[in-house]
Nanobody, 126 residues
Framework: VQLQASGGGLVQAGGSLRLSCVVS????????MGWFRQAPGKEREFVAA????????VYADSVKGRFTISRGSAENMVYLQMNSLKPEDAAVYYC????????????????????WGQGTQVTVSS
């Protein structure tokens, strides 16, 4: 199973980026997908998660109202639209997946995810 994240880059504060992640190697699309991020010198933290079909989403408080997570029509893709970016959003962003349904309360937890992508760098200049 592979998760390939892309879309990172350098953006000015206040700008936008859209991250993408495609999952391959599974016979069915993962039920739960999420995004995490890790800034230099900090622990990896939860950003957002979504269920299959996009009917259930959860966000970290720090990104609520600025970031939007969505699934692709083929359900093997997940996107993270990031608007109004701040310097503190700069990090390596990782996508993650679980074949099964993860309860909302569990989606913030790294160990609830089976598969991880390699990360894509987001840099925000002030």
């Amino acid at each position: 199973v592979q998760l390939q994240a892309s879309g990172g880059g350098l953006v000015q504060a206040g700008g936008s980026l859209r991250l993408s992640c495609v999952v391959s190697g599974l016979t069915t699309s993962p039920y739960t997908m999420g995004w995490f991020r890790q800034a230099p010198g900090k622990e990896r933290e939860f950003v957002a998660a979504i269920s299959r079909g996009g009917g259930s989403t959860v966000y970290a408080d720090s990104v609520k109202g600025r970031f939007t997570i969505s699934r692709g029509s083929a359900e093997n893709m997940v996107y993270l639209q990031m608007n109004s970016l701040k310097p503190e959003d700069a990090a390596v962003y990782y996508c993650a997946a679980n074949r099964n349904r993860v309860a909302l309360t569990g989606r913030r937890l790294e160990y609830m995810y089976e598969y991880w992508g390699q990360g894509t760098q987001v840099t925000v200049s002030s």
